[in-house]
């Protein structure tokens, strides 16, 4: 990286310097940027340095943290839209002594010319930094992080440094190699400003040569629309999303972990009773020779490098149909992380003044193309579960304000019906029936002797285990019954829904044909395997 020839400058007079930068980049009408911050998270950062690269291997370099009040800018209170625009001002402390030109309210014209495109690798962080100050991310946008996405959304990693070698041949600087990593990491702030400069200039510098790739490679492949009308426009939402937060009562949660801890503590005690020993729940060691070695419990599974006993969830539930304790020991894993991961944890990383937890919502991550959710993961929370529910209710609005929760009805199927043209189905959907029903009359017939609500349950479970591809062995576990039956169940769903099983195996034959399936819109999803 070093023996390459480029132009990575700090602007040393502020002002003019700034003035300077910013009639360059309208001159060129495209920029890209590269910020670099100190903190656990975009929300919570102390921004150090910004690069501005208005060509291949050209940018100049803002220092951020030493001038102005904005560097101490603390995050805003959520605002009262949850989709406001991302130019909700906020105010720096009053007692942050100012120390000369801001250098947000220098840059501020950059970013706010619409003729400019702005270019980055995860541009979400710079448009949360921009809204903190008041400022907008205006213009066209392009993103080298999304547009890897797009393009294959199964790679192991769209990190920069990775595009950047595969796609112009060129081996970055590595953030560990220039900061430490671990407890001795190095903040950015303390770097020496030539190697803050060159990691910082650097960042930009590649985002606007791999975009020069990346861009035209989505249009050949047919992509821009997923990434133009999609992925993009969804950036500046997730910006102010994860800004918003959402409101948690922690009284409410702090009252749910007693009551849990006494749950547990309920619990253990039966654990250790139908063991006959005490041992330490959570250990998988312990938990394994009490099963397999004290109760002679059958080892259907055995781990990778040590060989021994699994005790996976999956090998819990397979084991609890046949004795109590595995049953009683998923039952406890299931409310000790429940309390780990939400109950506890929730208060301890609410943001004091806003009272509001803040969430990371991912776009580059999941294979098929959804949102994920990070620190914490607001995704998981369960609703089939009273437990579940009551975390659920802890999330409250701001007063005089309500939560709203929205979904489409039975969208998948819905989605099915078109795609498969199946007249069953769409006949089903035109004629208002509830689906589930018409799918246990299908398979189960009309004397099946079970009650409306078991119908309707294992009805939902194969409407919807079959659409992804679950198989008999699978489906008689989640449906309590033989393996023989829930073959007989497959059978009889595909003979009342026949353009369905048509579907799906023209499905598998074109991905298996192309390597790839695609969905109503256009995005694709490589299947290698």
Request: proline letters at 6%; a negative charge.
């Amino acid at each position: 990286a070093a023996t390459v020839d480029r132009d990575y400058r700090w602007v040393e007079d502020g002002e003019p310097g700034i003035a300077a930068l910013i009639e360059e980049a309208r001159d060129a009408g495209r920029v890209a940027c590269a910020l670099l911050a100190d903190g656990p998270s975009a929300l919570h950062a102390t921004p150090v340095a910004l690069a501005v690269c208005t060509g291949a291997r050209r940018a100049r370099l803002v220092r951020l943290d030493r001038a102005g009040t904005v560097a101490a800018a603390a995050p805003p209170a959520a605002p009262a839209d949850l989709f406001a625009s991302l130019d909700v001002a906020a105010e720096a402390p009053a007692s942050s002594p100012a120390r000369g030109p801001d250098p947000w309210a220098l840059l501020a014209p950059l970013f706010a010319d619409a003729a400019i495109t702005k270019v980055g690798h995860d541009l979400k962080p710079l448009a949360i930094a921009l809204a903190q100050r008041g400022l907008t991310l205006a213009g066209p946008l392009d993103d080298t992080l999304l547009q890897s996405y797009v393009l294959d959304a199964t790679r192991s990693s769209h990190a920069l440094e990775d595009l950047a070698l595969e796609h112009i041949g060129y081996r970055a600087l590595n953030e560990e190699d220039v900061r430490g990593k671990g407890a001795r990491q190095v903040p950015f702030a303390a770097l020496d400003p030539q190697a803050l400069g060159d990691l910082a200039g650097e960042r930009a510098d590649l985002a606007w040569q791999v975009a020069g790739v990346l861009g035209p490679a989505l249009a050949r492949e047919g992509l821009e629309s997923v990434y133009r009308e999609m992925e993009l426009p969804l950036l500046p939402v997730l910006a102010d999303v994860e800004r918003s937060g959402i409101r948690v009562d922690p009284d409410a949660l702090r009252a749910m972990g007693s009551r849990v801890d006494q749950e547990l503590a309920t619990r253990t005690a039966a654990i250790h009773a139908m063991a006959g020993v005490e041992f330490n729940i959570g250990s998988p060691k312990q938990l394994s020779e009490v099963l397999f070695e004290k109760l002679q419990l059958p080892v259907t599974k055995r781990t990778g490098k040590t060989r021994s006993a699994s005790t996976a969830v999956e090998v819990l539930e397979e084991l609890a149909l046949s004795h109590e304790l595995p049953r009683e020991i998923l039952e406890w894993r299931a409310l000790s992380k429940l309390k780990g991961t939400y109950i506890d944890a929730l208060p301890l990383i609410m943001d004091p003044a806003s009272r509001r937890v803040h969430t990371s919502f991912n776009q580059a991550v999941a294979a098929t193309g959804r949102l994920s959710s990070s620190d914490p993961n607001l995704q998981n929370i369960p609703i089939r579960t009273e437990l579940g529910r009551e975390i659920r209710r802890a999330f409250v609005a701001d007063p005089g304000c309500v939560l709203i929760s929205a979904d489409y009805s039975q969208i998948e199927l819905r989605v099915l019906a078109h795609l498969a043209q199946d007249e069953a189905l769409i006949g089903a959907f035109r004629g208002g029936e509830d689906i589930h029903d018409r799918t246990a009359a299908a398979v189960f017939g009309a004397d099946s002797g079970l009650d409306r609500y078991e119908l309707r349950r294992r009805a939902k479970i194969i409407n919807y285990a079959l659409l992804y591809g679950k198989t008999a062995f699978t489906l008689a576990k989640d449906i309590g019954v033989t393996q023989q039956a829930a073959q007989a169940f497959i059978d009889a769903y595909f003979a009342g829904f026949p353009a369905v099983r048509a579907f799906i195996d023209r499905t598998l034959e074109d991905g298996r044909a192309s390597g790839m399936v695609k969905t109503l819109a256009g995005r694709r999803r490589p299947v290698p395997e």
